[in-house]
C-alpha cells in the first residue's frame, strides 16, 4: 500500500501542496498524511499552521494531521537530528506511532477520524508499511532533512518554499538523500526562470498551476480574522519580515525600514495602509508606525492575527504592496496583477552574510525585477524585465556554492567579464571574486590590501578626515 507523508512548517507551504494535489500533481495514493511542524524559536508560544485560520479549508486533502514536534518531544525541529547509529530505532517508532504499518483485519475503505469532528479523505486498509513517500520543503537542512534521514528507502518529492529555490542548494547534500530526490515542485513567481536548487542531482522542475495555488488562496480567504476583514479595500500594504531576528539588521534598523515604506507610500498619496507584521515580530514595531502615521495624517491598520499576505490580495485588493524581499512580493505581481515596490534591498545586499547566505538570491531576485519605492521614475510599479535573470542567478549562485556547481563557472566567467555595470555590482562582492578567480577580483598585487591592518587603518584615518572636512 502507498502512504504519501507531506511535511509543512508555514501554512504557505501546506497552500502549496493543496494547489499541487488539486492539480493531479501527485500519483494516487491508499493515504495521505500531513506532518505538521512549528519551527518557531518557542513553538510552545505560537500556533502551529494547523491552528492558523483557514487550515480548516485544506484538512480535506488529508487522511489525518500529524505533529512532528509531538513526535520528537522534548527535542526542537530546528535543531535536532538523530545519531546515525539511533536512526532505525526512530524510524521504526514512527513506523508505529504513525500506524504506517497496521494490518487491519479487514480490507476495504475506510475515513480517518483526527480529532473530534475531523473525518478526513478515505484509504485502503491493509497496509504493509514498504511504501512510503516523502513530500519535503526545505531538504537541505533540519527538520525536513531529519525526515529525509529517518525514512532511507523512501522515494522523496521537493516542494519550494518560495523564492529561495531560484538559488544553489544551500549547502552539499548527501547523496543517500539527493538521489532519491525526484522532482522539485514550484510556483512560477518569475516565468521563465528555472530554479537552481537540487539541479546538481538532475531533478527536474515542474510547476504547480498558478491557477490551482489562487483558487486555494481563495479558500482561505473565505475564513479571515476580523482583524484582516477589517482592512481597508485599496489601501496600500506593507509587508514586515522580522530581519532582526535573522542577524540581518539590528531591530532598530528594521523600524527604521518599515517607518521608510511608510512614508514612502504616504509621499505617493496613499492615505490609508495596512500594515501585516511577521507574526513574532515584537508589538514595538507597530506601535512606531502607528506614531508616524498620526504624524503623516494617514489612516494605519495593523493586523493583529497571522494571515497569508496573499490570502489579503484576495480580500482588500490593494492598492500597492511594499516590501523588502518578501516572496509575498512576487505572488502580489506575478499572481494577482497588483503594484509591488521594494525597499532597502541596496543595504541588505551589503548586509546578508556570508555571501552563501541563501537569503541572497531572493534578495537579489526582488532589486533586479521589482523597482524601487523612492524611483520617481516608477509610477505604474510594474516588474521589469526578466530576460537576463537565469544568467544573473547563475553567476549569483556559482558564486556562492562554486563546490557544489563547478559546470556553472563558465557562464558566470562570461556574465562577469561582460555585464558588470553600475547596476549588476550590488549583487557581487569583490573579494568573493577574488577567492574564486573570478572576472572583477582584485588585482593579485593588490590582494594583499584588505587583509593588511595598516593600511586599513590609514584608510579608516583618511575617511574620517574627509567627513570633518566636509563637516
Not at 508499511?129 to 533540519?142: C, H, P, R, T, Y
Not at 547534500?173 to 514550484?186: A, F, I, K, T, Y
Request: proline fraction near 8%; include cysteine; charged fraction near 20%.
Amino acid at each position: 500500500m502507498r502512504t504519501q507523508i507531506f511535511f509543512a512548517s508555514t501554512l504557505y507551504g501546506a497552500a502549496t501542496l493543496a494547489a499541487a494535489l488539486d492539480a493531479g500533481r501527485f500519483a494516487p495514493a491508499d493515504r495521505r498524511l500531513l506532518l505538521v511542524s512549528n519551527n518557531a524559536t518557542n513553538p510552545e508560544t505560537s500556533h502551529p499552521l494547523n491552528a492558523m485560520p483557514g487550515f480548516e479549508r485544506l484538512r480535506s486533502r488529508f487522511d489525518r494531521v500529524l505533529s512532528w514536534n509531538e513526535a520528537i518531544r522534548p527535542f526542537h525541529p530546528g535543531g535536532w537530528s538523530p545519531r546515525a547509529d539511533d536512526a532505525p530505532l526512530w524510524e521504526r517508532y514512527l513506523r508505529q506511532l504513525w500506524n504506517l504499518d497496521d494490518h487491519p483485519a479487514h480490507t476495504g475503505r475506510t475515513g480517518y477520524t483526527d480529532g473530534p469532528g475531523h473525518t478526513g479523505h478515505t484509504g485502503h486498509t491493509g497496509y504493509t508499511g514498504n511504501d512510503v513517500e516523502l513530500v519535503l520543503e526545505s531538504i537541505q537542512v533540519a527538520p525536513a532533512l531529519t525526515v529525509a534521514r529517518l525514512f532511507p528507502d523512501a522515494p522523496i518529492d521537493v516542494y519550494a518554499d518560495g523564492l529561495m529555490s531560484y538559488g544553489p542548494t544551500r549547502d552539499k547534500l548527501d547523496p543517500l538523500v539527493g538521489s532519491r530526490v525526484r522532482r522539485l515542485l514550484h510556483l512560477e513567481l518569475i516565468p521563465g526562470l528555472t530554479p537552481l536548487l537540487l539541479s546538481e542531482f538532475g531533478v527536474p522542475a515542474e510547476v504547480v498551476p498558478t491557477e490551482a495555488f489562487t483558487a486555494v488562496l481563495a479558500e482561505l480567504a473565505q475564513d479571515l480574522p476580523p482583524s484582516a476583514t477589517a482592512a481597508p479595500r485599496g489601501a496600500a500594504l506593507l509587508l514586515g519580515q522580522y530581519l532582526s531576528a535573522l542577524g540581518i539588521l539590528s531591530a532598530e534598523e528594521e523600524e527604521q525600514l518599515h517607518l521608510r515604506m511608510l512614508r514612502g507610500v504616504a509621499a505617493r498619496g496613499h492615505r490609508k495602509v495596512v500594515f501585516k507584521p511577521h507574526p513574532v515580530a515584537p508589538a514595538r514595531y507597530s506601535r512606531a508606525l502607528e506614531e508616524a502615521a498620526a504624524e503623516l495624517d494617514v489612516e494605519l491598520t495593523v493586523l493583529g492575527s497571522p494571515v497569508l499576505a496573499e490570502v489579503l490580495y484576495e480580500r482588500m485588493r490593494p492598492a500597492l504592496v511594499v516590501g523588502c524581499f518578501s516572496t509575498a512580493l512576487l505572488t502580489a505581481s506575478a499572481f494577482y496583477g497588483l503594484p509591488a515596490a521594494r525597499t532597502g534591498t541596496g543595504q541588505l545586499l551589503e548586509r546578508v552574510t556570508p555571501y552563501q547566505n541563501s537569503n541572497r538570491i531572493p534578495v537579489t531576485l526582488v532589486d533586479a525585477v521589482l523597482p524601487d519605492l523612492d524611483d520617481d521614475a516608477a509610477a505604474a510599479f510594474e516588474p521589469r524585465a526578466g530576460s537576463e535573470l537565469t544568467a544573473l542567478v547563475r553567476a549569483v549562485g556559482f558564486c556562492m556554492q562554486a563546490e557544489v556547481y563547478p559546470e556553472l563557472r563558465p557562464e558566470a566567467e562570461h556574465y562577469l567579464s561582460t555585464r558588470l555595470d553600475a547596476t549588476t555590482w550590488r549583487y557581487f562582492k569583490r573579494r568573493r571574486l577574488t577567492a574564486l578567480a573570478l572576472p572583477g577580483a582584485i588585482p593579485r598585487q593588490l590582494a594583499f590590501v584588505p587583509r593588511n591592518r595598516a593600511v586599513r587603518r590609514v584608510a579608516r584615518r583618511a575617511r574620517a578626515l574627509k567627513r570633518s572636512t566636509v563637516g
